[in-house]
């Protein structure tokens, strides 16, 4: 039988860039409910809630949970509906909170 290596921990190993949401195509928002189907209810930043889809790419490589912040596209011709393009891991969370953009999100939480 052949034996199994152990993986070496990168602890070099620099963050990585994450995307950073911009006003005009991409908004911060969390995930309130799960519609079945690869759709989700997710409460944006500007206050909307919008039913959004998980594109292919991301089904089976990024698992989302209620209560995640993810990164929301909203469609031009139909804007109570969007893509999610990313989920951000808490340490990723934690980097937005020192840049300054989950103020807002943070607001829309109290109400």
């Given amino acids: 039988m052949a034996r199994r290596r152990k993986r070496k921990r990168r ?3 620099e963050p990585k860039e994450i995307p950073l949401p911009d006003n005009e195509t991409t908004m911060l928002g969390i ?14 930043i500007d206050g909307r809630v919008r039913m959004c889809r998980i ?13 995640d912040v993810v990164l929301v596209a909203p469609w031009d011709f ?14 990723e969370v934690q980097r937005l909170e020192r840049m300054g ?4 999100l943070e607001k829309l939480l109290e109400l």
């Fill in 11 to 13: 602890e070099s190993e």
């Fill in 31 to 44: 995930i309130q409910q799960f519609l079945g189907y690869d759709r989700a209810r997710v409460l944006c």
């Fill in 55 to 67: 594109p292919g790419k991301l089904r089976k490589r990024m698992w989302m949970r209620v209560g």
């Fill in 78 to 91: 139909q804007p109570e509906r969007g893509d999610i393009i990313y989920r951000y891991t808490t340490a």
């Fill in 101 to 104: 953009f989950t103020k807002d």
